[in-house]
């Protein structure tokens, strides 16, 4: 199939039921802290990515591959997705393990979140759970990295599972791109690297940009572009280097082209949680990939989208249209970055 043919964002890994616990406050250890409020909700990066471009634009074809457990919980993110007209044949089954959960502990008066993971059939997923023959999308999105086991591991060549899965999907005629999640690891710098050397768009935060370098990374235009910079010589020099933090965020290109763009000034009362709020990012900002579009409106829908999933503790319950969120933030404008 031409490119131009292509049509869609498939993504792949992570398929998690995310249960979204509201707190009063952060406990120290061994003493209580109150929960408000409960949800069972979607979670993990590509089944987050997914659900949110489900709503900003529900004419995109959508499609998802991972691995879940024979289980209610799968029953749950299969039902889920056939309601949300994702594609989810590639979702396969096993019963060697449950379908992976997580308890998102989110604190009432910040939208601060903590998170209790159970890697469950993630841990399972590995390259011959994906087929880009099956697969008409233009985009292949994967997440996250550093919590998919066998995609995570280095080999003897310094390459891992994930930067072969991510070849693969090159190979097949498509844009790529991943995204990692907030742990720390000593794996992290050859897990990334090992990525960077096939992805067209890398999606990292500055926590995790900080543990690929080895070095503190400021939430600041000027830092997180040296870190941008870094992180593109990590790899094969076909990437651009999306960093982004609560209060701006910058794309480096292959070519050494960046632009930088400020959050949203939400008011407080329009900031529920922050859970998925950055996989909202990525959502927005493949949108504008999907489309065609320059780093500067890729990163304009990015944070539009990313700005309205906080009006909501779950990851997408909160997300609206793409011209609705990008009012959003022409109404109450952007941060200075």
């Known amino acids: 199939m031409s490119d131009a043919a292509r049509k869609g964002v498939l993504a792949g890994g992570s398929f998690i039921v995310d249960f979204v616990k509201i707190i009063n406050d952060w406990p120290e250890q061994e003493t209580l802290a109150s929960i408000s409020k409960e949800t069972a909700s979607n979670g993990g990066g590509p089944y987050n990515t997914l659900r949110d471009l489900a709503v900003l634009q529900p004419s995109l074809t959508l499609e998802a591959c991972g691995l879940l457990g024979e289980d209610a919980n799968g029953d749950w993110i299969i039902d889920d997705c056939r309601r949300h007209g994702i594609d989810g044949s590639?979702?396969?089954?096993?019963?060697?393990?449950?379908t992976s959960y997580t308890d998102a502990m989110t604190v009432s008066s910040t939208g601060k979140r903590t998170f209790f993971h159970h890697r469950g059939a993630n841990a399972l997923l590995g390259p011959?759970?994906?087929?880009?023959?099956?697969?008409?999308?233009?985009?292949?999105?994967?997440?996250?990295?550093?919590?998919?086991?066998?995609?995570?591991?280095?080999?003897?060549?310094?390459?891992?599972?994930?930067?072969?899965?991510?070849?693969?999907?090159?190979?097949?005629?498509?844009?790529t791109s991943v995204d990692c999640v907030s742990t720390p690891g000593p794996s992290f710098p050859q897990?990334?690297?090992?990525?960077?050397?096939?992805?067209?768009?890398?999606?990292?935060?500055?926590?995790?940009?900080?543990?690929?370098?080895?070095?503190?990374?400021?939430?600041?235009?000027?830092?997180m572009l040296a870190?941008?910079?870094?992180?593109?010589?990590?790899?094969?020099?076909?990437?651009?280097?999306?960093?982004?933090?609560?209060?701006?965020?910058?794309?480096?290109?292959?070519?050494?082209?960046?632009?930088?763009i400020g959050a949203a000034k939400l008011p407080k009362e329009n900031i529920v949680g922050a859970t998925g709020a950055g996989d909202a990012f990525a959502a927005g900002f493949l949108l504008g990939v999907h489309e065609d579009l320059g780093?500067?409106?890729?990163?304009?829908?990015?944070?539009?989208?990313?700005?309205?999933s906080l009006s909501h503790a779950t990851p997408s319950e909160g997300m609206k249209s793409l011209s609705e969120c990008i009012a959003l933030t022409e109404e109450f404008g952007l941060t200075s970055f």
């Open 295 to 308: 780093p500067a409106n890729c990163l304009r829908y990015a944070v539009s989208s990313a700005a309205m």
């Open 191 to 223: 897990v990334v690297t090992a990525a960077l050397h096939h992805v067209d768009f890398l999606f990292i935060n500055e926590f995790e940009s900080a543990q690929v370098l080895g070095r503190d990374v400021p939430a600041e235009r000027e830092a």
């Open 227 to 260: 870190a941008a910079r870094d992180l593109g010589k990590l790899g094969s020099a076909r990437s651009t280097v999306v960093l982004h933090a609560a209060n701006g965020a910058v794309a480096l290109d292959k070519h050494g082209r960046s632009e930088a």
């Open 128 to 175: 011959e759970h994906f087929s880009f023959t099956k697969t008409n999308c233009k985009i292949f999105h994967l997440g996250y990295l550093m919590l998919l086991d066998r995609l995570d591991q280095i080999d003897k060549n310094r390459s891992c599972g994930a930067a072969e899965v991510i070849r693969a999907a090159n190979e097949a005629g498509l844009i």
């Open 90 to 98: 590639q979702l396969q089954r096993t019963a060697d393990a449950i």
